[in-house]
C-alpha cells in the first residue's frame, strides 16, 4: 500500500449566470459537467475516493498496528483506498494537527492516544483538542512492560532499583515519547522506588524499541503491541507488567506489585476522531463503521495479539473520556513536575 497521502481536493461549483436567455443545449451540457463532478459534502455516496488515516506516531507501536488492522477491514468493505501516514513527532502534536486543519469532509481520519490528553499540559497546542475534532471511537487501550535487553545483566525489578540506587540517572529508559504511556510509566516507577533514571524519548514506540535491542538504552517501559513479539523472540526479557493483573500473553510475568515496585499501572488508550465540522451522515458512518469492525472477532483476535483490549465506545463517550483525561494528567504533569524538554 503507498504511503504518500491522496492530496487530491475538490473545489464547490461556483456558477455565475449573466444572460437572460441560455440555451437548452449548453444547459444540458452544463447539467451533465456539473453531475460528473466528486459527490459534494454529506452526500450518501461517501466515500468516492481514497482516505487518509493519520497516525500521531511512527511504526511499530500499538497506535500503528491498531490502525493497519482498521485499514484493511475499511478497504474490504468499502472498496476505497485506505492510506496510513503516519505523523509522528512533537507528542503526536504533528499528526493530530494534520487532521485539524484538514478539510472536513471526512477523508481525513486520525488515531491519537492517550498523550493527546497530556500534551495540553505539557505542549504550546495549535488546535483545540475537544472542539477541533469530530470523535469516533475509542479503539482500545495497551498495557505497558517493563523490558531490558536480553543481554542485560538485569533480571528482576529489585535487581533495577538495587543498580539505580546504587548509581542515580546511570540507567536510562526509552519512551515513546515525552507525556505517553511509557514515560509517564517510568516517571511513576521513579517516584514510587525513590530511584533516579535518565529519560531519553523517541518518536515511536517502534523506534524506542529498536534501540533497546540495540543495547543503546537500558530499559523501556514499553507497550505490549511494541514489547511482544521481541520478548516471543527471546531478544528482551520482561520483568514486570504496569497492570493491575498479569498479562494474559505473558501469564508468568509478574505485575509490578508483586515485583516490589508498588501498585502502578498506566493504560495507554487509543482513539479514532475527525475534523471538526464534518457532515454529522459522514461522522456516523465513520464511527458505526468503524465500532462495528472492532467487535468483529477477527480485529479482537488481532488486537489481543498485539496486547490491546477492545472498547469500542461511541464518539460522545470518548470525546467525554478525553475531556476528563486532560484535567487528570494536567494535575499529575504538574505534580510530577514532567517538562516538555
Known amino acids: 500500500m503507498p504511503e504518500s497521502p491522496a492530496v487530491t481536493l475538490y473545489g464547490d461549483w461556483n456558477i455565475m449566470i449573466t444572460h437572460k436567455y441560455l440555451s437548452g443545449v449548453f444547459l444540458a451540457g452544463l447539467c451533465a459537467v456539473a453531475s460528473a463532478q466528486p459527490a459534494a459534502k454529506g452526500d450518501t455516496d461517501y466515500p468516492n475516493r481514497p482516505i487518509r488515516l493519520v497516525v500521531s506516531a511512527a511504526p511499530g507501536g500499538s497506535s500503528d498496528g491498531a490502525a493497519r488492522v482498521i485499514a484493511q477491514r475499511l478497504n474490504e468493505l468499502w472498496k476505497q ?11 503526536g502534536v504533528i499528526g493530530a494537527g494534520l487532521v485539524a486543519k484538514s478539510e472536513a469532509d471526512g477523508y481525513t481520519i486520525g488515531i491519537v ?3 493527546f490528553s497530556v500534551n495540553p499540559s505539557l ?22 512492560v517493563l523490558v531490558v535487553n536480553v543481554k542485560s545483566p538485569l533480571t528482576s525489578v529489585k535487581d533495577l532499583i538495587a543498580q539505580a540506587r546504587a548509581k542515580p540517572g546511570e540507567l536510562s529508559f526509552a519512551s515513546s515519547g515525552i507525556g505517553g504511556a511509557p514515560h509517564l510509566t517510568g516517571e511513576f516507577f521513579a517516584q514510587q522506588t525513590g530511584v533516579k533514571l535518565t ?4 518518536k515511536g514506540g517502534g523506534p524506542a524499541v529498536a534501540d533497546l535491542l540495540g543495547n543503546n538504552v537500558s530499559m523501556s517501559f514499553a507497550s505490549l503491541t511494541s514489547a511482544l ?3 516471543k523472540a527471546s531478544r528482551l526479557r520482561p520483568l514486570a507488567v504496569a497492570a493491575k493483573a498479569r498479562a494474559s500473553q505473558l501469564p508468568e510475568v509478574p505485575t509490578m506489585k508483586e515485583a516490589g515496585a508498588g501498585d502502578l499501572h498506566v493504560l495507554d488508550w487509543q482513539g479514532m476522531l475527525t475534523t471538526a465540522g464534518t457532515p454529522k451522515p459522514i461522522v456516523t458512518k465513520l464511527s458505526t463503521t468503524i465500532r462495528g469492525i472492532l467487535k468483529e472477532p477477527e480485529t479482537t483476535r488481532r488486537f489481543d495479539a498485539m496486547g490491546l483490549d477492545v472498547i469500542a465506545s461511541s464518539g460522545e463517550e470518548f470525546r467525554r473520556d478525553v475531556a476528563s483525561d486532560i484535567k487528570r494528567w494536567a494535575k499529575v504533569v504538574k505534580e510530577a513536575n514532567i517538562k516538555a524538554n
Open 229 to 231: 513479539p521481541h520478548i
Open 81 to 91: 483506498q485506505i492510506v496510513v501516514d503516519n505523523r509522528g513527532g512533537a507528542g
Open 113 to 115: 492516544s492517550l498523550r
Open 123 to 144: 505542549l504550546p497546542m495549535p488546535f483545540d483538542p475537544i472542539k477541533d475534532f469530530e470523535f469516533l471511537t475509542m479503539n482500545g487501550a495497551v498495557g505497558n
Open 199 to 202: 529519560h531519553i524519548a523517541y
